[in-house]
């Protein structure tokens, strides 16, 4: 494990405060309150308005096949789930990665996935069941299932994936993105891109869409802690695109903090996955940059009062 | 435009403010001393030590309040044993139960109780009328060892008494009459039973009370005798005894000795009903026990109580010392509330549960805690292991949760069960968990362990254990509780501090860990 910094154990306040650095404290107040409204919240928190969103709007998503809402209509689909090559399986209100099932072939009368584990018909059946009963919301709540189009990672992250599929988070303010972290799933968290599960989040550069260092368990790393593989220097292709199709979500879903998650397809490019209302605090030490000094140059550029 | 912090700002003045206020008021109105006429305080002291033998288990019967005789403090200490209140089930009676603890062979009970006489409650005594059962009635009837309701003496004088054709009010009359004036008082060493008494027509206190209560029983009066202390200053006090009788529907008192009838003077406080020893031993023990008794001044606060004055409901001494105790726990969680709040928005340590760990602290607060920790962990271990096993049944999760209660209810109750076989737990006082919170954590800790992995949910648990564990330090400190009852609008400050804390934008202490690397590692 290569740590470049040789720390002290604390920054002192006023030095994170110089730095621009913003605090949990700070983002529920001086953001999430006052520009997140609470009624916006719902399409936020649930996948398939998201994707109904980005339909209306244009925005490219991964495709829908169905949306299972009752138990009756678990039997309906199985013809469907016989003529797709490959889906993904997930509850429209889980979190953090649970209840998602992602089938990439099929052998003879049964699914199969990339690990090349095997799962009958039966048990697609019942864990669509389980969704609908709201085992995987954690509220608990009845929830629904959507099968979507399988997306095929894009090849510029080969040397970067062990396991899961990378994607790219956006933090944007007022519609104009102010932070982007590529997000490495790792053995740690067990495939799932969120960083507090174990995810490397990698900086990157917003005019270039190069990578820079990155952030594993909240502390700098510069390297996959897998494979040992460099993060910095990554040029992520469709860079442009991936912004204005965060941008575009972002505008169209009315909350001015937002951070939209968009995996970048091999062949349809960048598509969302969905928005979070509280993004993470995380990516500012992969970008080794403070949130509130990029929202203030943004105030200043609207002419409006610079957050303290 | 509306500034939110300015207002919080605003809001918390406001609340120290007032906060002030009613405390200016309190110390103004309620706690001046505006005596009524022949108030006053008395306080009885028990001292009793003990040398026990295996096993014993002692009770010790002490004052409740009465209509006239308000008990409006009590403070217990011990050593060398395990304490538990109780409350007898046929004579309402108060008592102190006391266990030795292992590998104690002495023990000393010492405790201290404030008594405010209310001469003007007298006259308003509500004629409250009581049914006694049949099975009650027998009871009180019945014929005991010192009260024998059979002899020849005690048919002679019966028959001399109802000689004529009298009802029974005029017969309890002549009884009483009868063992206050004909019965002489002998020394402390004559006749104490009722037989030997009433033929010798010559007995002690104690043998002429029971003297009157065996001619009662044998009357078909129920009786009892009453052993309590006579409220006057006494460094040695001795136990007095009288006699209560079942009529009019009524429990009425009799001493023979000073011929006092019907009622008693407001001086006399009962402390033991239908048992004449203030301490009992189930197994034969040697005890030394002093009491005496002493005047005092009632606080002031007690003075005012004597009206009924709408303000007196936020007086809340005034309320009885059991009910003082819930409602000052109540009044801690506030508190508990608070540090959670410290922990979690200024320092920036994960809990599970918003509430958990004060909840967790209040329900050790007064159980002995060693053993509520072993139950504690004893009934985590269970349910998180269940919580394994259920997972890969895949139930819905009201289902799972109830499963989970289920089982920290069993597992609690078998981990008391086990803990008492073994004598490790003496006082049946020693853990009421609170369940329900603690179904969730078991749900909270597996949800995190699967999401985020075990080293997160095992860090997440022990730092709720750590704010739980700060909770309860601050809880036991028993100045807050008795700061919270006499002034309860302290909380309008917690408030002012909660809304002081909820805007509070600044880094969390955690923060500045956290983010080190931000400013510290520079980019290549």
Request: glycine share 6%; charged share 20%; net charge positive.
């Amino acid at each position: 494990m290569v740590r470049l910094s040789k720390s002290s154990f604390w920054s002192w306040p006023s030095v994170l405060r110089r730095n621009g650095i913003m605090g949990i404290n700070s983002r529920n107040i001086n953001l999430i309150f006052p520009l997140n409204p609470r009624s916006h919240y719902a399409v936020v928190d649930n996948k398939a308005l998201t994707k109904k969103l980005c339909e209306s709007q244009l925005i490219p998503a991964p495709e829908t096949y169905a949306l299972i809402q009752h138990f009756g209509d678990i039997k309906k689909s199985i013809d469907l789930l016989f003529s797709l090559p490959g889906f993904v399986i997930k509850p429209t209100r889980g979190a953090g990665g649970r209840g998602v099932l992602a089938i990439a072939n099929r052998k003879g009368d049964e699914f199969q996935n990339a690990k090349g584990e095997l799962f009958p018909l039966e048990q697609i059946k019942y864990h669509i069941s389980t969704i609908l009963s709201g085992l995987y919301s954690l509220s608990g709540h009845p929830d629904q299932a959507m099968i979507e189009k399988l997306i095929k990672p894009h090849p510029a992250f080969n040397e970067l994936t062990v396991a899961g599929t990378p994607d790219i988070r956006i933090v944007l303010y007022k519609t104009t993105p102010i932070m982007g972290m590529l997000r490495l799933p790792t053995k740690a968290s067990r495939g799932r891109a969120n960083l507090h599960q174990g995810a490397v989040g990698v900086g990157i550069d917003l005019e270039t869409g190069i990578t820079r260092g990155g952030v594993w368990r909240d502390r700098s790393f510069d390297i996959h802690p897998d494979t040992g593989a460099y993060i910095q220097g990554v040029v992520i292709p469709n860079w442009n695109n991936v912004l204005k199709t965060a941008m575009q979500l972002s505008r169209a879903i009315g909350l001015q903090y937002v951070g939209v998650d968009v995996l970048l397809d091999a062949e349809d490019g960048p598509l969302v996955l969905e928005a979070n209302a509280r993004p993470g605090l995380s990516i500012q030490i992969a970008n080794r940059c403070g949130i509130r000094t990029r929202l203030n140059e943004i105030n200043i550029k609207q002419g409006l009062s610079r957050l303290s | 435009m509306f500034n939110r912090n300015r207002t919080a700002i605003l809001a918390a003045v406001i609340l120290t403010a007032a906060f002030l206020l009613c405390v200016w008021l309190r110390m103004k109105y309620t706690w001046k001393p505006v005596w009524a006429h022949g108030t006053r305080g008395w306080r009885l002291t028990y001292d009793i030590s003990f040398s026990f033998t295996k096993g014993d288990k002692i009770q010790i019967a002490i004052p409740d309040s009465t209509p006239q005789n308000r008990l409006w403090r009590e403070t217990f200490s011990h050593e060398g044993i395990l304490l538990d209140l109780l409350r007898n089930k046929r004579t309402k009676g108060r008592g102190a139960s006391a266990v030795s603890m292992p590998g104690h062979e002495r023990g000393r009970f010492f405790a201290q109780f404030d008594i405010h006489l209310r001469p003007d409650h007298q006259s308003k005594l509500p004629a409250s009328e009581e049914k006694m059962s049949a099975n009650d009635r027998a009871y009180y009837l019945r014929n005991e060892k010192y009260i024998q309701t059979t002899g020849p003496e005690l048919s002679n004088i019966l028959k001399q008494l109802s000689n004529q054709k009298i009802t029974k009010t005029e017969l309890l009359n002549h009884i009483f009459d009868y063992c206050a004036e004909n019965i002489a008082k002998g020394q402390k060493d004559t006749f104490s039973d009722a037989t030997n008494t009433l033929e010798h027509i010559v007995g002690s206190t104690l043998g002429r009370a029971r003297a009157m209560a065996a001619l009662c029983r044998a009357s078909k009066i129920p009786a009892r005798l009453v052993a309590g202390f006579i409220l006057e200053n006494n460094q040695q006090a001795k136990v007095h005894y009288w006699v209560e009788v079942f009529a009019q529907k009524n429990w009425q008192a009799y001493d023979p000795e000073n011929g006092y009838s019907v009622q008693l003077p407001i001086t006399f406080l009962p402390v033991s009903r239908d048992s004449i020893d203030i301490v009992r031993g189930i197994k034969a023990l040697g005890y030394q026990s002093r009491f005496s008794i002493s005047q005092m001044l009632p606080p002031p606060s007690l003075a005012s109580s004597q009206e009924r004055r709408l303000w007196n409901i936020f007086d809340l001494t005034r309320l009885p010392p059991s009910m003082q105790e819930i409602v000052s726990l109540i009044l801690l969680l506030p508190l508990a509330a608070l540090i959670t709040t410290i922990f979690r928005n200024i320092i920036g340590i994960q809990t599970i549960g918003t509430f958990t760990p004060g909840l967790i602290a209040l329900s050790f607060i007064h159980a002995d805690w060693h053993t509520g920790a072993i139950v504690f962990v004893i009934v985590l271990c269970v349910g998180i292991l269940a919580r394994i096993i259920l997972n890969k049944l895949q139930l819905l999760m009201v289902a799972r949760l109830s499963i989970i209660l289920t089982l920290a209810v069993l597992c609690m109750v078998l981990a008391v069960a086990v803990l008492d076989y073994l004598s490790l737990t003496p006082s049946a006082s020693a853990v009421v968990l609170p369940i329900v919170i603690l179904t969730m954590m078991i749900e909270r800790f597996n949800i995190i362990a699967e999401e985020d992995g075990l080293p997160n949910a095992l860090k997440i648990f022990a730092l709720t254990i750590f704010v739980a564990a700060s909770c309860f330090l601050v809880m036991k400190v028993d100045w807050f509780g008795r700061t919270a009852l006499i002034f309860p609008e302290v909380h309008l400050l917690n408030i002012a501090i909660l809304i002081l804390i909820g805007r509070y934008s600044g880094y969390r202490l955690s923060e500045i860990w956290r983010f080190r690397d931000v400013t510290q590692t520079p980019l290549n």
